[in-house]
């Protein structure tokens, strides 16, 4: 973390857990323990059908609500597909584009991420942009290549003054719901490589002012030792988010 030049956020993912129920019981238990914690933005992006509850949930506390995905027009025949203005609408602020889950099952291309991120940018949505290499990737010594052209791609007619709502999520793929996490060395490598992509797009300032994420098997127990890194500007949660003790631990550890 680098408090002194960009924000710390803690976000956790629901992914497809929680009904509307469970969602307002879960907003309210973590909203109370991470009451008066200051020292980041704490954040819960849930399934969309939770929305409504989790806003209610959430109203005058300090946890904002984001949602999983957005498309990329505005309005029209796209079954299934929710658009930035309906997500506004319901109080949602933040908005996660281009999970690996995404890219992996859903045919999400660097592409479909890039025309997402501009319809939430020009919405008013802040975007929590996630991306990651695959094990043989990391295996064939290409992450920095990757990640590289993934920043390069998904970032590609994204303004510099837009770049102040948008947060990257450095997920390495072989770490999400795996149990395996990458080390704290390892998160920070990658994380600097993206601040760099960053400096060479739109200059030092904005580079040093982008928070950016850790996420892959984040938890109460690993959580200080990522966030200690200087790259590493919080964390988007996934599986630890779901037990409100515990992604209020994490909240905790990104108090320093
Ligand atoms: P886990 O924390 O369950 O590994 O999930 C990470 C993730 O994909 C967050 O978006």
Redesign the pocket.
């Known amino acids: 973390m680098n408090k002194a030049t960009r924000k710390t956020i803690i ?1 956790g ?1 629901w ?1 497809m857990n929680m009904t509307p129920s469970a969602a307002e019981a879960a907003v309210k238990e973590t909203a109370a323990l991470v009451a008066g914690k200051d020292g980041c933005e704490t954040v819960l ?1 849930v399934p969309f059908v939770d929305i409504h509850a989790a806003v209610a949930a959430a109203k005058g506390t300090n946890v904002k609500i984001g949602a999983q995905n957005v498309h990329f027009e505005a309005k029209g025949a796209f079954t299934g597909e929710i658009a930035a203005d309906m997500l506004l609408e319901c109080g949602v602020e933040y908005v ?1 584009i281009g ?3 995404r890219r992996q099952y859903f045919g999400e291309t660097d592409e479909t991420v890039n025309k997402r991120t501009k319809a939430a940018l020009a919405a008013g949505l802040k975007v929590i942009l ?1 991306l990651g290499e695959v094990l043989e990737e990391r295996q064939a010594g290409i992450t920095a290549e990757i990640v590289s052209m993934q920043t390069k791609l998904d970032l590609a007619g994204i303004s510099a003054d837009d770049m102040k709502n948008v947060i990257i ?1 450095y ?1 390495p793929v072989w ?5 395996l ?1 990458a080390t704290p060395e390892q998160a920070e490598e990658v994380c600097a490589i993206i601040r760099g992509v960053l400096a060479d797009l739109y200059g030092d300032t904005v580079a040093q002012a982008t928070t950016i994420q850790y ?5 109460d127990g690993n959580a200080a030792e990522l966030l200690a890194k200087v790259n590493v500007d919080g964390g ?6 779901l037990v409100p003790a515990k992604f209020a631990k994490i909240v905790d550890a990104a108090q320093a």
Request: aromatic residues 0%; glycine residues 22%.
């Open positions: 976000a993912n992914k992006c996660i999970h690996s889950e996630c999520a997920e770490a999400i719901g795996t149990g996490t996420g892959g098997s984040m938890n988007l949660i996934g599986g630890a988010s």
